[in-house]
Nanobody, 123 residues
């Protein structure tokens, strides 16, 4: 059974940092691309950042570039999202996803999803 379990979310103030972690089980982790998506209230789910199976290629949404860093530890079967200089508009539920993707970006290419962790940023 595949499980992706997110942790590290919470309440923070604008300008703070948070580090999200996703623990994977039930998949051959080092053969899967991994991504972080987020969904704000009333908005569509959007890709925040993604990393390929080896860690050699990353994707960042424009809003994440320069503030967020995605990384993975294949030995520990974990993927991380370091979020710096947080803004109120970063508020949402953050989801970890796993898939074998042609380009890292599209949610349709990710077959496994976690339940999400809430991130709330106050001004």
């Amino acid at each position: 059974q595949v499980q992706l379990v997110e942790s590290g979310g919470g309440l923070a103030q604008a300008g703070d940092s948070l580090r999200l972690s996703c623990a994977a089980s039930g998949i051959v982790f080092n053969t899967y691309d991994m991504a972080w998506f987020r969904q704000a209230p009333g908005k569509d789910r959007e890709n925040v950042a993604a990393i390929n199976w080896s860690g050699g290629s990353q994707y960042y949404a424009d809003f994440a570039e320069g503030r967020f860093t995605i990384s993975r530890d294949n030995a520990e079967r974990r993927v991380y999202l370091q979020m710096n200089s947080l803004k109120p508009e970063d508020t949402g539920v953050y989801y970890c996803a796993a898939g074998r993707t042609p380009g890292l970006v599209s949610a349709r290419d990710y077959g496994f999803w976690g339940r999400g962790t809430q991130v709330s940023i106050s001004s």
